[in-house]
């Protein structure tokens, strides 16, 4: 089983649409979770941490079950410039590496 | 720039030779990571620094990669004997201690071998 595993891609919605990320870890002693961005051939960019309790920036709402290991993104209202890949990042116990997801490509069109 | 910058851009090599590529974290940062990236999957882990000291490697580090990180600044990556298999982006990252710093990545290196 790989470490993070993600939902396959491609989603393509339509502007204004809702869509559902979501993503589980296996080592269940894993910290700190975040989601980062990626844009064609540019470097991944963090989009925000995840925090056991939730948290919402805008249009995005990130979740996290400790118990069930799974990690979910929310973005609603979506825009043309929200296509990208969304990559769900677990950093391991010991905090030495960032591990990262396959990601899940969005592409929002008008 | 004060961002992660990371040297050259772009390499082609022939294989069997031997490149290396340098990273220049965020200037406090004394986290650093390198990370391969390939088409279509996400940044692979390869190995991370605490100031000078290499705490982290992956299996995916084979013993033709090295990673120095020598006073703690400035890290490089050396492949030998490049083979194709190793064309992929070499992206390093820099983040300051914490369980919930964000690290910040460099716009990478693409290597190509041919």
């Known amino acids: 089983r790989k470490e993070v595993e993600q939902d396959p891609g491609p989603f393509n919605v339509p502007e204004g649409a809702t869509v559902a990320f979501n993503c589980t870890y296996s080592?269940?002693?894993?910290?700190?979770f975040f989601w980062y961005r990626q844009d064609c051939r540019k470097e991944p960019k963090l989009l925000m941490s995840?925090?056991?309790s939730g948290n919402e920036d805008g249009r995005f709402t990130a979740q996290l079950n400790r118990a069930s290991q799974y990690i979910s993104l929310l973005i609603r209202d979506s825009k043309l410039s929200d296509s990208a890949t969304y990559l769900c990042?677990?950093?391991?116990?010991?905090?030495?590496?960032?591990?990262f997801g396959k990601g899940t490509t969005l592409s929002v069109s008008s | 720039d004060t961002g992660v910058s990371q040297d050259p851009r772009h390499k082609i090599t022939k294989r069997g030779q031997n490149v290396t590529f340098r990273c220049d974290p965020i200037?406090?940062?004394?986290?650093l990571y390198w990370y391969r990236q390939t088409l279509g999957q996400g940044p692979e882990f390869l190995t991370y620094?605490?100031?000078?000291?290499?705490?982290?490697k992956s299996r995916l580090l084979s013993d033709r990669f090295s990673a120095e990180r020598p006073k703690g600044s400035f890290s490089t990556l050396e492949i030998q004997r490049t083979e194709q298999g190793d064309s992929a982006m070499y992206l390093c990252?820099?983040?300051?201690?914490?369980?919930?710093?964000?690290?910040?990545f460099g716009q990478g290196t693409r290597l190509t071998v041919v």
């Open positions: 620094f605490q100031n000078e000291a290499q705490l982290e």
């Open positions: 080592n269940s002693a894993s910290q700190s």
């Open positions: 995840v925090y056991s």
């Open positions: 990252a820099s983040s300051e201690s914490g369980a919930r710093t964000e690290a910040f």
């Open positions: 200037s406090e940062h004394n986290r």
């Open positions: 990042v677990v950093k391991n116990q010991a905090g030495t590496a960032l591990i």
